[in-house]
């Protein structure tokens, strides 16, 4: 019987790790994209909307190049780049560029150019979520993509 058991386990167990071995492996969430050219971008500091496109990896399914978000960019010097996630923090709608910022025709919260809150009747509980911004290659965007979770006054990762 012990010989059975041990005859049957090796290749259960063999099997288990590689059925879950998906999981073990590192996600690709938050890593830097390429998202546009500076050259795209207004001089004038006016926000541009991007979509974000990655191979999306999750436990046991490949898409390549699909697109997984969409940011704001806009220029804050010759070389330097704000980039906002679209998300609102309220309950993750996509908010729309307005006159002077942003504005959530979900809950008509409003923000400013730079992200922050720009109206204290604003349900959301935070600004937009800023997202890291590297120029490579003097011209190329890149952004460290990353979703946080909607509703909290802090800002965590999803
Ligand atoms: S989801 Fe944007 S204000 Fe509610």
């Known amino acids: 019987m012990v010989i059975g058991a041990i005859t049957g386990l090796v290749p259960l ?4 790790i ?10 690709r969430a938050s890593e830097f994209l390429l998202v546009a050219s500076l050259n795209a ?34 220029r804050t010097g010759e070389k330097a ?38 109206s204290p009747s604003s349900p959301a509980p935070r600004g937009l979520d800023e997202l890291e911004v590297q120029i490579r290659k ?4 890149w952004v460290k993509f990353q979703n946080f979770r909607a509703g909290e006054a802090a800002k965590i990762p999803a």
Do not use: M
Request: proline fraction near 8%.
């Open 18 to 27: 590689v059925f879950f071995d998906p999981l073990r492996r590192k996600s």
């Open 138 to 141: 003097q011209t190329e965007v």
């Open 81 to 118: 780049v704000q980039a906002l996630n679209v998300v609102c923090p309220h309950a993750g709608c996509f908010v729309d560029l307005a006159d002077e910022g942003y504005s959530c025709p979900c809950h008509n919260s409003t923000f400013a150019l730079t992200g922050q809150i720009s």
């Open 41 to 74: 971008l207004p001089e004038d500091g006016s926000p541009r909307k991007f979509s974000v496109i990655a191979s999306r990896v999750d436990a046991w399914n490949k898409s390549p190049q699909t697109p997984i978000g969409a940011v704001y960019l806009r």
């Open 13 to 16: 167990v063999s099997g288990l």
